[in-house]
């Protein structure tokens, strides 16, 4: 299981969430897509959904919660997606009917994956990395500036998160400038 995150919105999370979750899917394991940023969520434009019930319905109903899900267009691919958005997104992701919502799904997927909020904008994402295996950081290049990519590691990693490793979303095949800015300092992100 595993959650996506970056330092900033528009860093390409959801997108490279749902083609993960559609990948893995393909190649046969059973996964979960679950659209954890109740702040701006966009897993149901993704998939033609709506938010009408998902996550927050799930939180609240848990003995109902295998029915917010919807099939999604591959096999072996199920979306959550949000549900109705709450005043109080931090609190509900970091509440224990969160961790335990996580367990139940992980128990029936292979594979669960959290599409969730920028990290260095609000706690919420910084929270759920307490309650999955992993988290992936999703790092747009041209974007941020790299103090901000720096400053959401460091976030992580003082919750002792477990960074499965960095996504570089949009990065030139061939701009080696690019490339050497990234790479070419001792202690890049
Ligand atoms: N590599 C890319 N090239 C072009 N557009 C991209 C790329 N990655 C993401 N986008 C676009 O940028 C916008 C933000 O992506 P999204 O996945 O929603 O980011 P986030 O979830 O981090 O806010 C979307 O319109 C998406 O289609
Ligand atoms: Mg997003």
Do not use: C
């Amino acid at each position: 299981m595993g959650r996506f995150s970056s330092s900033i919105p528009e860093a390409g999370k959801s997108l490279t969430a749902a083609n993960l979750a559609i990948a893995m899917a393909q190649s046969g394991t059973s996964t979960l897509l679950v659209d954890a940023d109740l702040r701006r969520p966009t897993i149901h434009q993704l998939f033609g959904l709506t938010t009408r019930v998902g996550l927050t319905s799930a939180l609240t109903r848990m003995d109902d919660w295998s029915s917010m899900l919807s099939a999604g267009p591959v096999e072996n691919l199920t979306i959550m997606p949000s549900g109705p958005l709450p005043p109080n997104p931090s609190e509900l992701l970091s509440s224990a009917a969160m961790r335990r919502l996580i367990a139940l799904t992980a128990d029936r997927y292979d594979m669960v994956i959290l599409d969730t909020p920028p990290v260095v904008a609000f706690t919420d994402g910084v929270a759920l990395s307490q309650a999955v295996d992993g988290t992936l950081l999703v790092v747009r290049a041209n974007f941020a500036s790299r103090k901000v990519d720096i400053k959401a590691k460091e976030l992580l990693v003082q919750v002792h998160a477990r960074i499965l490793g960095i996504v570089f979303n949009g990065l030139p095949a061939d701009d080696a400038a690019m490339a050497s800015y990234y790479y070419g300092y001792g202690e890049h992100p």
